[in-house]
């Protein structure tokens, strides 16, 4: 099994439909801060609803268009990263991450995003890998300005959340960026 280090006690794995009750409990502690950033936050409520879910990223996992992993600190999941898209042919996918408030401020985000575009270009052979965030969410902009990646715009009413329609900033670090600071 996967299993890389983000920190004292902290550790990135997969995270499959066999985790659906520990998901639960997790989305549950999580729900207040994740949703004004992701839709998924209100209708993930049950270990059923979480075993779907989980359950997609294998199937995307199997069709190799996207997975999931798990942030565990200390023994409790407390949060995760994806690759929401994964498009080998294009050469580019998308990685979103989340958190518990709990365990923020640890750069468990930043370094498990790390593993991930490490993986996507040098493992996978990704040309771009792409960030995806609510202008407004000043975490996940500093996350992406951690990293490395630029700014490329800002696609306005992208996609519903909770009723309105919400704009997304777009940031993306390229393979020859990615390798060169290195």
């Known amino acids: 099994m996967l299993i890389l280090p983000l920190a004292d006690g902290a550790e990135l794995r997969a995270l499959e439909p066999w985790n659906a009750a520990e998901f639960a409990e997790h989305i549950d502690r999580a729900r207040e801060n994740l949703r004004p950033w992701i ?22 996992q199997a069709s ?23 498009d080998t042919r ?16 640890r750069g468990l985000i930043t370094a498990a995003v790390r593993h991930m575009i490490e993986w996507a270009v040098c493992a996978r052979g990704m040309s771009r890998v792409e960030w995806r965030c609510s202008p407004a969410n000043e975490r996940s902009v500093a996350v992406a300005q951690r990293l490395g990646m630029t700014k490329e715009g800002v696609l306005r009413s992208e996609y519903p959340l909770n009723g309105t329609r919400q704009d997304a900033a777009v940031y993306s670090v390229l393979a020859t960026e990615w390798l060169a600071r290195k």
């Open 64 to 86: 190799d268009s996207g997975r999931l992993y798990g942030m565990w600190v200390d023994g409790t999941l407390v949060g995760g990263t994806l690759f929401r898209t994964f």
């Open 90 to 105: 294009m050469g580019s996918c998308e990685v979103g991450v989340w958190l518990e408030p709990a365990a923020s401020g």
């Open 39 to 60: 839709a998924w936050a209100t209708t993930l409520v049950d270990e059923e609803t979480c075993r779907a879910f989980l359950k997609q990223y294998t199937d995307k």
